[in-house]
Antibody, heavy 119, light 107 residues
Framework: QVQLVESGGGVVQPGGSLRLSCAASGFTFSSYGMHWVRQAPGKGLEWVAFIRFDGSDKYYADSVKGRFTISRDNSQNTLYLQMNSLRAEDTAVYYC????????????WGQGTLVTVSS | EIVLTQSPATLSLSPGERATLSCRASQSVSSYLAWYQQKPGQAPRLLMYDASNRATGIPARFSGSGSGTDFTLTISSLEPEDFAVYYCQHRSNWPFTFGPGTKVDIK
């Protein structure tokens, strides 16, 4: 079955950088768009970024544009999120999610990885 | 950016009762709306997409309706496992946004 496993979260100081990974299995990774969605502690969901199946198109939320970069390695079935210039408000659980039938719905989701930005 | 609002914020019901959740968009999203369920400590899961289509494996007690700016998720008879937070999300244009959620808790 489809499995998505995020890693790379942790504690980082404001202004620092972190790279998240999402290892995918159970489906043809190179055929599907992928998303990152985050959830601040006790808060709702916020879509962060999308990358098309072949990496040809990328979209970002305004809140992360210019600071975060989404990428993928289809040979390794892995999705990435490079996060630079981190701020306290970036503190959240970051989920990767498969694009459901390439329709820009999110399903399934990984278990998430927690990023804490704090001095 | 399209803003989604959900009502009520909290819905207190008993098992077996009918739940009706509302999602309203600040401008038309056509039928490009989905619903997700999230239980404590778990990732969300897709329930409905394109307003009225159940995702794979979702029980028939879940149904969705609406188009344009007003949408409804209905749970016909609440099961114990249905008590959770429900989010709506649109994909009409970038950036995609979620509503703030409706918590369905046990009365």
């Amino acid at each position: 079955q489809v499995q998505l496993v995020e890693s790379g979260g942790g504690v980082v100081q404001p202004g620092g950088s972190l790279r998240l990974s999402c290892a995918a299995s159970g489906f043809t990774f190179s055929s599907y768009g992928m998303h990152w969605v985050r959830q601040a502690p006790g808060k709702g969901l916020e879509w962060v970024a999308f990358i098309r199946f072949d990496g040809s198109d990328k979209y970002y939320a305004d809140s992360v544009k210019g600071r975060f970069t989404i990428s993928r390695d289809n040979s390794q079935n892995t999705l990435y999120l490079q996060m630079n210039s981190l701020r306290a408000e970036d503190t959240a659980v970051y989920y990767c999610a498969k694009d459901y039938s390439n329709s820009n719905w999110f399903d399934p989701w990984g278990q998430g990885t927690l990023v804490t930005v704090s001095s | 950016e399209i803003v989604l609002t959900q009502s009520p914020a909290t819905l207190s019901l008993s098992p077996g009762e009918r739940a009706t959740l509302s999602c309203r968009a600040s401008q038309s999203v056509s039928s490009y709306l989905a619903w997700y369920q999230q239980k404590p400590g778990q990732a969300p899961r897709l329930l409905m997409y394109d307003a009225s289509n159940r995702a794979t494996g979702i029980p028939a007690r879940f149904s969705g309706s609406g188009s344009g700016t007003d949408f409804t998720l209905t749970i016909s008879s609440l099961e114990p496992e249905d008590f959770a937070v429900y989010y709506c999300q649109h994909r009409s244009n970038w950036p995609f946004t979620f509503g703030p959620g409706t918590k369905v808790d046990i009365k």
